[in-house]
């Protein structure tokens, strides 16, 4: 009968498990001076050799060779490998998870071993015991019969009670390296005599995730095809999925608005097999990863991906800014939601991708370069200034004027304001300073007023001029000039706090008509 490759070639001593030294260091010079603990926990992600390093650790304990432990080849490190030895038993938690199983474990622990030197319990998937069973497990975890060893094994380690955490041994299993993995498949494939190219071997690595156990699978699949020699395009074929990659390279072609790449992209995955309503939810996931690896300098527990996944999201953060970001995730939420109700979700989220490559969210939020006078519609109700006397009504209502010198009241001031800073903070770090303590005010045609919280703050903006001016003119396609003033502080006649010369010349150029205050 055929044995899977992560069977066929699961390590048999501590030399050759891949990718967890740090686990492998003390467990031998524990075992070497004779020095384990009572109780291990093993934590990791699925695939990195739990229950491998458990068995490793069971054959330890109990080799009768005199050199390096466990030698692989006395009649207890065969017998366990085989499943015989009677003095290491193997529990499944998922299955065994009530009191009742666990108080037969308690009988069981009374008797000695009867062909090695330790009992040794493995319990795999721990975190699905129940909190009676953990209970019922307390006393034995703590004080358990002499020559008896707990092995627990979990992918999730913060469901178990802080009472069991504190009597065990605590090992964290690491993502196995992609450059591990390469190496090891390579070997295996040597082995069998199989061709295999380099960049179909690091497609596989990738897609395996730091996992051992998946990698080995994937590699499997590739060679059930029955070929000697296997490319890339062959992974591609058997994989049917869409990897990480594939989303790093989609979204670089929205990055650089290439619309016919996207839309290629999209329908070479499609044409796969690929899910359209899955494939939305994975992309948002991956904006969401482009958004921590942002803010986040060690993403690595947050993301629950390989470290080389993890650098070429962390390369490609670097190339986007917060702002289109969250414009991609509010399209494609936006997308993904009327998708449910629609027969031709296909079609929806090709007309996101045209929106998302060629800018047209930018420009529903921010002015364009062509539209710095963009129009506002001039409410037909009556302006009444306050002291003045003058009454005046447009003479036709709803009417469509340029802004010419008006207040720009459509502008979302404080997403413009925000990208303004995220340019200046890549050019230099000092813009931070001021980032708290100013607000846009207002953005006309020729001009864009910045208030201030104080002088200090004041002084710096004026400082930093130029500069602002130049972003602003970056952002928007107009050059304007800086107005900054601090806030409470007026420059014309105030009444009761209020700004009269500026409400008078607001009017003014609303109305296109003179006010005379008196």
Same mark, same amino acid.
């Given at each position: ?7 066929a070639y $699961?390590?048999?001593?501590f ?5 967890q ?13 004779? !020095?384990t ?10 695939g ?7 068995? =490793?650790?069971?054959?330890? /304990? ?33 299955? @065994?998870?009530?009191?009742d199983?666990?108080?037969?474990? $308690? ?6 071993? /009867? ?12 975190? #699905?015991?129940? !909190? ?5 497990? =307390?006393?034995?975890l ?5 020559n ?8 999730e380690?913060?469901k ?6 504190s ?6 299993f690491?993502?196995?390296?992609e ?7 390579k070997?295996? &494939? ?10 179909a ?12 156990r ?15 020699d ?6 591609l ?5 869409v990897? *990480?990659?594939?989303?790093l390279?989609?979204t ?36 969401r ?12 527990d947050?993301l ?6 993890? *650098?070429?999201? &962390? ?10 970001? @969250?414009?991609?995730? #509010? ?18 989220l090709?007309?996101c991708?045209?929106? #998302? ?19 506002t519609?001039?409410?037909? *109700?009556?302006?009444?200034i ?7 009504k ?6 469509? /004027? ?7 009241d ?11 800073f ?5 050019a ?7 980032r ?9 045609a ?6 201030? !919280? ?17 972003? #602003?003119?970056q952002h ?19 009444? @009761?706090g209020i ?7 607001n009017?003014e150029?609303?109305?296109?008509i003179?006010?005379e =205050?008196v």
């Amino acid at each position: 009968m055929y044995t899977a490759l992560y069977r066929a070639y $699961r390590p048999e001593t501590f030399d050759t498990v891949l990718g967890q030294e740090h686990i492998v260091k003390i467990l031998k010079n524990q075992i070497a001076a004779d !020095s384990t603990g009572h109780a291990y926990l093993f934590c990791g992600t699925r695939g990195t050799g739990k229950t491998t390093t458990a068995r =490793l650790l069971a054959k330890g /304990v109990n080799c009768t060779s005199e050199n390096v432990r466990p030698c692989g080849v006395c009649e207890n490190c065969k017998a366990i490998k085989d499943g015989t030895f009677m003095d290491v038993i193997e529990i499944d938690a998922a299955s @065994n998870n009530g009191v009742d199983n666990i108080r037969e474990l $308690r009988e069981s622990v009374k008797y000695p071993p /009867v062909v090695g030197r330790k009992k040794v319990y493995i319990i795999d998937e721990v975190h #699905m015991l129940s !909190s009676g069973a953990f209970n019922a497990l =307390l006393k034995t975890l703590e004080e358990p019969p002499e020559n008896v060893l707990f092995i627990l094994a979990t992918t999730e380690p913060q469901k178990l009670p802080a009472t069991i955490l504190s009597r065990c041994l605590r090992l964290d299993f690491r993502r196995v390296p992609e450059k591990v993995l390469l190496e090891g498949m390579k070997s295996i &494939c040597a082995a069998m005599e199989i061709r295999i190219t380099d960049s179909a071997l690091a497609l596989v690595a990738a897609n395996a995730d730091g996992s051992v156990r998946d990698g080995l699978s994937i590699l499997d699949q590739c060679l059930s095809a029955g070929s000697k020699d296997i490319s890339r395009e062959d992974v591609l074929e058997i994989l049917g999925t869409v990897g *990480e990659e594939v989303f790093l390279e989609i979204t670089d072609a929205v990055m650089r608005h290439n619309t016919a790449e996207a839309l290629i992209m999209l329908d070479k995955v499609l044409a796969d097999g690929k899910d359209v309503r899955q494939f939305m939810k994975d992309w948002m996931s991956h904006y969401r990863n482009l958004l921590i690896t942002k803010f986040v300098n060690k993403a690595e527990d947050m993301l629950n991906m390989s470290s080389e996944n993890i *650098e070429r999201i &962390c390369e490609q953060s670097q190339r986007i800014d917060v702002a289109e970001i @969250n414009n991609h995730i #509010m399209e494609l939420a936006k997308t993904m939601s009327d998708a449910k109700w629609s027969t031709q979700p296909r079609i929806l989220l090709e007309l996101c991708i045209v929106k #998302m490559a060629t800018g047209l969210l930018q420009k529903s939020t921010l002015p364009s370069g062509n539209d710095a006078a963009v129009t506002t519609v001039i409410k037909a *109700e009556r302006t009444v200034i306050s002291g003045a006397k003058t009454e005046a009504k447009p003479s036709a209502p709803a009417e469509l /004027v340029s802004n010419g010198g008006e207040a720009n009241d459509d502008l979302d001031k404080d997403r413009l304001w925000h990208a303004i800073f995220e340019t200046g903070e890549a050019a230099t770090a000092s813009f931070n300073l001021i980032r708290v303590g100013t607000e846009l005010a207002e953005v006309t045609a020729h001009t864009f007023s910045v208030t201030a !919280s104080n002088t200090v703050t004041a002084d710096y903006v004026k400082n930093k001029q130029r500069e602002l001016e130049d972003i #602003m003119e970056q952002h928007t396609g107009v050059r304007r000039q800086l107005l900054c003033k601090v806030k409470g502080n007026c420059d014309g006649p105030t009444q @009761n706090g209020i700004d009269i010369e500026s409400i008078k010349k607001n009017a003014e150029n609303k109305l296109g008509i003179n006010i005379e =205050l008196v």
